[in-house]
T-cell receptor, first 114, second 113 residues
């Protein structure tokens, strides 16, 4: 049973550039959430996708955008990168939206902005 | 606004002793509450969750958590700690009917042999 997979695992970008991170949900899951985890902090909710639509968004600027595909996989895009965007980006999937459903995390994508 | 707090940055315990990692929450309605564990350079692993029902929830690796509505707490416990339990632990929660699961800042657990 494949878990949540994310790519790439590590990447380095320059300030002002754009980045795309990818996520495939756990088998049987249709909902994808993205989190940002800065060093020494807990994961911060970016947004959640269900039925190819953004269902809820956290306190992140519009530079952060996403997409969900018909096969439930998802992308996170960040434009105009800032040094402060350096973090571990975690994708999590669940059987359906709603906080009662357990979310399962991938290993994350480490983004370093220089 | 909903929130989850972990009042201790670090917990130290000797191997074989019981451990407790504290969590308090503030959510509207009936809360959904979770515990996750994170090992170095890894994603978060699900340990257990509370939705409704018994106040003592049993989870993976011998962990359990006690839900206390009057104290708005959801403390993680284990009767006998192992060195391999050393990791970063996160409490998380959300509102009934909501879509956003929010996380505490994390508590680092050190188990000394």
């Amino acid at each position: 049973d494949a878990g949540v997979t994310q790519s790439p695992t590590h990447l380095i970008k320059t300030r002002g550039q754009q980045v795309t991170l990818r996520c495939s949900p756990k088998s049987g899951h249709d909902t994808v959430s993205w989190y940002q985890q800065a060093l020494g902090q807990g994961p911060q909710f970016i947004f959640q996708y269900y039925e190819e639509e953004e269902r809820q968004r956290g306190n992140f600027p519009d530079r952060f955008s996403g997409h969900q595909f018909p096969n439930y996989s998802s992308e996170l895009n960040v434009n105009a990168l800032l040094l402060g965007d350096s973090a571990l980006y975690l994708c999590a999937s669940s059987f359906s939206p709603g906080t009662g459903n357990t979310i399962y995390f991938g290993e994350g994508s480490w983004l370093t902005v220089v | 606004a909903q929130s989850v707090a972990q009042p201790e940055d670090q917990v130290n315990v000797a191997e074989g002793n019981p451990l407790t990692v504290k969590c308090t929450y503030s959510v509207s309605g009936n809360p959904y509450l979770f515990w996750y564990v994170q090992y170095p350079n890894r994603g978060l692993q699900f340990l257990l969750k509370y939705i409704t029902g018994d106040n003592l929830v049993k989870g993976s690796y011998g962990f359990e958590a006690e839900f206390n509505k009057s104290q708005t707490s959801f403390h993680l416990k284990k009767p006998s700690a192992l060195v391999s339990d050393s990791a970063l632990y996160f409490c998380a929660g959300g509102d009934t009917g909501g879509f956003k699961t929010i996380f505490g800042a994390g508590t680092r657990l050190f188990v000394k042999a």
